[in-house]
């Protein structure tokens, strides 16, 4: 909870800017707000706007932002180990509310335990950054008109501050590290250089790659695996051993 009070003030910032960038695009409240609520995804929802803006077909705004959003599979992905007993459909409701915020507080909380903390998964990802987003939202797209360049104040830096701050927070040794420099050379080279988007896909998925190819530093493994106990569907009174690498 106290991890979170700092995601707080930048969801509800992030979304008063996204807000007024969809009054500038000339959406309607209901609509921006429920863009807010079904698509839940902050950078792809300000890709959307500026697409809207440039007069794209929808489909194509579709597929843009989706690539945009794929690195949700890999924080699903490394999520779904401390997960897998949960049903089904509670697993989808908890991949819709996922962000970037929502995993690095989370991902950082399981760890910690040792084991999945499902009260403090939807702290993070609704009580930190799904209300707040949503509410600023509505007061950006209400009074959109009152600021009409949010750089003027500053806002325009709310979203990669935030980021920057999630990741010093997942660095734990040095393949994240060289992970993090390089994902953050390589981005923003070709954002420079090219387009933003292509830049956040290629520092995304380059940075990763070094830091895997990244000898471990000394003490990177003293944590990397442990045993987690959990009853099976079948038979409550039989404990199975599941060892998750990480």
């Known amino acids: 909870m106290l991890d979170g009070i700092g995601i707080m003030v930048t969801a509800g910032g992030f979304g008063l800017v996204y807000g007024l ?23 792809s929802q300000f890709a959307a706007v500026g697409y809207v803006l440039g007069g794209f077909p929808w489909l194509g705004v579709v597929l843009l932002t989706g690539f945009l959003n794929a690195r949700h599979l890999l924080y699903s992905a490394a999520l779904a180990p401390y997960l897998a007993d949960r049903p089904r459909p509670y697993r989808a409701a908890m991949a819709h509310v996922l962000t970037d915020e929502a995993f690095a ?63 010093v927070g997942l660095i734990s040794g040095r393949r994240e590290l060289v992970a993090a420099l390089t994902g953050v050379i390589v ?27 990244t000898p471990p530093g000394r003490g990177d493994h003293r944590h990397e695996a442990q045993i987690v106990f959990t009853p099976t569907m079948d038979d409550p009174s039989l404990d199975h051993r599941h060892e998750h690498a990480r």
């Open 187 to 213: 981005g923003v080279g070709v954002a420079l250089a090219w387009d933003p988007a292509a830049g956040i896909l290629a520092g995304g998925l380059i940075g990763p790659a070094v830091g895997l190819l």
């Open 105 to 167: 507080l989370s991902i950082a909380h399981f760890r910690r335990l040792g084991r999945a903390d499902l009260w403090g998964y939807w702290w993070a990802a609704i009580a930190t950054t799904f209300i707040p987003w949503n509410a600023m939202t509505l007061i950006g797209v209400l009074v959109g008109g009152q600021i009409p360049d949010p750089g003027v104040y500053g806002l325009d830096v709310i979203f990669p501050a935030a980021m920057a701050g999630l990741a």
């Open 21 to 43: 960038a969809a009054h500038t695009a000339g959406f309607s409240p209901l609509e921006a707000g429920a863009m807010s609520v079904i698509v839940f995804a902050g950078a």
